[in-house]
Nanobody, 128 residues
Framework: QARLQESGGGTVQPGESLRLSCVGSGHPATSRCMGWFRQIPGKEREPVATIHTLYGSPDVARTVKGRFTISQDTASDTIYLQLDNLQPEDTGTYYC?????????????????????WGQGTQVTVSS
């Protein structure tokens, strides 16, 4: 059974950085689109960034472009989300997810239900 486990969240001050990790195991396919999502209190869960396990092609949402970076270490089945210049509005729970598909094209419009495997989430709090 596929599993994802996030870590790296915490409480930081505005302008600081965090690096989130998501370790996977038991995936039924090597070709996967891996995504990071966040859920801000009172709002729906939204996609933040994706990367494909075979083809790379990292991409981030326009709302966080220039501040967030997604990367991966395929040897350890880990994806990362580097969060720089964090702001209070970035506070929320960050999740990683996997979709077993050949590419991440149009990821920003995929339904949440199309992502097959989810982690439990890691909390990010930005406060002065």
């Amino acid at each position: 059974q596929a599993r994802l486990q996030e870590s790296g969240g915490g409480t930081v001050q505005p302008g600081e950085s965090l690096r989130l990790s998501c370790v996977g195991s038991g995936h039924p396919a090597t070709s996967r689109c891996m995504g990071w999502f966040r859920q801000i209190p009172g709002k729906e869960r939204e996609p933040v960034a994706t990367i494909h396990t075979l083809y790379g092609s990292p991409d981030v949402a326009r709302t966080v472009k220039g501040r967030f970076t997604i990367s991966q270490d395929t040897a350890s089945d880990t994806i990362y989300l580097q969060l720089d210049n964090l702001q209070p509005e970035d506070t929320g729970t960050y999740y990683c997810a996997a979709r077993y598909i050949i590419n991440c094209a149009n990821w920003h419009i995929w339904a949440l239900a199309s992502w097959r495997t989810w982690g439990q989430g890691t909390q990010v709090t930005v406060s002065s």
